[in-house]
């Protein structure tokens, strides 16, 4: 009988986290989840408490465990990816860190963007930035995720792969209130705000992304990965996926030069490329034809 693989999970109890754990769970795996202690892992699963951002303490949180992957949920900047890189070398066969679509932020194509765009190691890292200032580190989202691929690429000794996930979607659990945003809107028939120039993103379900981490936790390839659904979509389209609910709502986009626009109304294209995960064997599905479920059972309408 084979062994059980051992998979501990940084952080990512919720949302596409937990479905990723539930996956890593039914497929036969010992898994632990590493948190701060604030909410427990589904069960079945082990619980390690500890700060990910103090090295002494996720030192002595995972004793003399050793594991055949680690996926971190929650790496946001190059310190913790040091600390994390420090801590693990010697102690797991992969690590799978789940970036983001935001590495591309200084990119601007009509094209789909491809990983080779942003080639972590030619990314500068500054250690030195305040990294630990909330603040800081939400402004500069995309930068520090960035590094963080970076200090993890440098080097032959760490097998590390990163997710650059597209803006994810679905489920009565999306907690973000993006797609909500436009329902009270167009529920109302009040404005929405989108750049003079809109452009256009790519997305991926909540069960996608979660089947996806699970896929890549058991690959073996190394680098970054983009993980999209195939085909982008434009704000309106996803009005028009929100307004099939409210027939009598209105859906009015109000161009602005300035200012705060709606959470998926971009001025600069975030169309990433999936060629290279379909070349090592996973499949995504096309953004259109799971929309509507998305949108319905975010909006608590599934039923409807």
Not at 42 to 60: C, F, N
Not at 231 to 238: A, K
Request: glycine content about 10%; charged content about 25%; overall charge negative.
């Amino acid at each position: 009988m084979e062994k059980a693989r051992e998979v501990l999970v940084i952080g990512g109890n919720r949302y596409f986290g937990k479905r990723l754990i539930a996956r890593l769970l039914a497929a036969g795996d010992r898994v632990t989840v590493l948190n701060r202690g604030s909410s427990p892992p589904p069960p079945g699963a082990i619980h390690l408490v500890a700060d990910r951002d103090d090295e002494i303490s996720l030192t002595e949180a995972l004793g003399s465990r050793t594991f055949d992957v680690v996926v971190d949920q929650v790496c946001y900047t190059p310190r913790q990816a040091a600390t994390a890189r420090r801590v693990f070398t010697g102690r797991t066969g992969r690590y799978v860190m789940t970036s983001t679509v935001e590495v591309y932020e200084y990119e601007d194509s009509a094209a789909l963007v491809g990983e080779e765009a942003v080639d972590p190691l030619t990314v500068p890292v500054d250690l030195e930035l305040p990294w630990e200032d909330p603040e800081f580190q939400e402004a500069h989202y995309g930068e520090g995720k960035r590094q963080a691929e970076a200090v993890f690429a440098a080097g032959p000794d760490f097998p590390y792969a990163s997710v650059r996930v597209a803006h994810v979607l679905g489920g009565a659990d999306d907690f973000t209130g993006r797609l909500q945003h436009y329902a009270d809107r167009i529920r109302t028939g009040e404005p929405i705000a989108v750049p003079v120039v809109n452009r256009p993103a790519t997305y991926v379900h909540v069960e996608e992304i979660a089947d996806f981490l699970a896929w890549a936790a058991g690959a073996d390839f190394t680098g970054p990965v983009n993980a999209a659904s195939d085909g982008v979509l434009t704000t309106e389209e996803l009005c028009e996926a929100v307004a099939a609910h409210f027939p009598d709502g209105k859906t009015v986009l109000h161009p602005v030069e300035v200012g705060e626009v709606s959470p998926f109304s971009f001025a600069r294209s975030y169309g990433m490329d999936n060629s290279r995960a379909a070349r090592l064997g996973f499949t995504f599905g096309d953004v259109r034809r799971w929309l509507p479920r998305a949108v319905a059972d975010t909006l608590g309408k599934g039923g409807n």
